[in-house]
């Protein structure tokens, strides 16, 4: 028995080229702003610590006991003692707001990202407005999970720390259970972005409503989704392999030109002293070197990487579930040439390549982002007039004429 699953790994990689390639700076550019948020690059962590900072204490002073004020200075009371608290009250409320904001956009690139790949027209206006409703959904959803297990993990560690060794113990015997848990959240989460977020926008609903169309679409091919829960989570670790080499290769590359101008800096410095000028001009270099690995990562291995796994999910959804095929384009586009050779023009007409992903040689402001038929002349879903307009060999005529040789 084939399942989809495991078809869909080799059928992913000709989807990705399709959006991939011909390569363009552009396309890849807005790609990567779009992966920055969908693949976790962002590193959000709603669980940081802002900490205290430890002042130097006098030895000479016990602990406990103020330590004296040196003769002619004042003590600090009143008002100005609490601006330090104030200002970590501050940063704090503006660090929180911005995690916020930061999730909020990642949810809703995730709908971005589908239009994307469905309709192979790679911009982000007109995409995202449409999809902030269905957006906070998500974003709803994922503060809920991050909450449950945030909970979970400070209720082990408050339990360790304060319980003893019987408490440490019932947490061992248990923690079989509590890890099944998280995983069980894990796939769960990692379903509604493969799946119920396609689905949400087929039905124009929400997340939540998303998931109860989903549920019978689950437990009737629990199998199918079974497996494509383990060959998923084994394309994750060769993704993780993937990206990590990546990287690697393009911080070592960019690296041999920084640490060369960081040598000529270190002997500007040993011959003629620039003084506070090194410290400035090196840590620009630093900060170069740095920003330009996050770039090139994120653009030359990031979104490779993040497209194949989003095309594999759609490839299994539609195979799967075809009421929820949000790739039929891409998938004809794909298709055996001796594939269209099918009686009828249209038919053949229809199931000829086309000349290129659309949005290649502009913006294609015009496109609707709810109709996959509304795309520019010549992309997938086009009618019959764009075909023959644009489409190679795909008029009515050059089909009687192949037909007739």
């Known amino acids: ?62 602990p406990g006991v103020d330590r004296p004020v040196p003769p002619g200075a004042e003590p600090i009371v009143g008002p100005i003692a609490d601006v330090g608290f104030e200002v970590v009250l501050l940063l704090g409320a503006v660090a929180l707001v911005f995690v916020i904001l930061m999730a909020l956009i990642a949810a809703i690139m995730e709908f971005v990202f589908v239009r994307i790949a469905q309709h ?62 998280l995983v069980a959240l894990y796939v769960f989460h990692r379903f509604t972005v493969d799946f119920v977020v396609p689905v949400a926008l087929v039905d124009d609903v929400g997340i939540f409503d998303a998931w109860r169309r989903f549920v019978p679409e689950l437990r009737a091919a629990l199998e199918e989704y079974a497996v494509y829960a383990l060959v998923r989570f084994g394309l994750g670790i060769a993704a993780a392999v993937v990206t990590f080499i990546g990287l690697a290769a ?41 920003a330009t690995v996050f770039v090139a990562g994120v653009t030359l291995v990031q979104v490779p990487v993040s497209t194949y796994l989003r095309y594999y999910s759609l490839l299994v959804l539609a195979d799967v579930s075809p009421q929820y095929d949000l790739v039929e384009g891409v998938r004809r586009d794909l298709a055996p040439a001796d594939a ?49 307009e644009n489409g190679p060999g795909a008029s009515d005529g050059d089909v009687d004429e192949d037909g007739d040789r």
Do not use: C
């Open 340 to 388: 269209g050779a099918h009686p009828g023009g249209e038919e053949a007409a229809g199931d000829e390549p086309a000349a290129g992903p659309p949005g290649m040689g502009g913006d294609d402001a015009g496109i609707d982002d709810e109709e996959p038929g509304a795309d520019d002349e010549g992309g997938p879903g086009a009618g019959d007039g764009d075909v023959n």
């Open 1 to 62: 028995m084939s399942y989809a699953a495991v078809e869909a790994i080799e059928e992913a990689f000709g989807a990705t080229r399709s959006l991939l390639l011909p390569f363009q700076l552009k396309r890849w550019l807005v790609l990567a702003v779009v992966v920055f948020f969908v693949s976790g690059t962002t590193g959000l962590d709603l669980n940081t610590n802002v900490g205290t900072v430890d002042l130097p204490v006098d030895p000479a002073t016990p």
């Open 250 to 290: 393009i911080g070592i590359v960019v690296a041999i030109p920084v640490l060369l101008v960081l040598a000529v800096l270190f002997a500007l410095e040993t011959l003629v002293g620039l003084g506070g000028l090194f410290v400035v001009l090196a840590a620009i270099v630093v900060f170069f070197f740095l």
């Open 120 to 181: 192979r027209d790679v911009r982000i206006r007109g995409y995202f407005g449409p999809n902030t409703g269905k957006g906070l959904s998500l974003f709803v959803l994922r503060a809920l999970i991050a909450l449950v297990v945030l909970a979970t993990v400070l209720f082990v560690l408050a339990a360790a720390l304060v319980g003893g060794i019987a408490v440490l113990g019932i947490l061992l015997l248990f923690s079989p259970f509590i890890a099944v848990g």
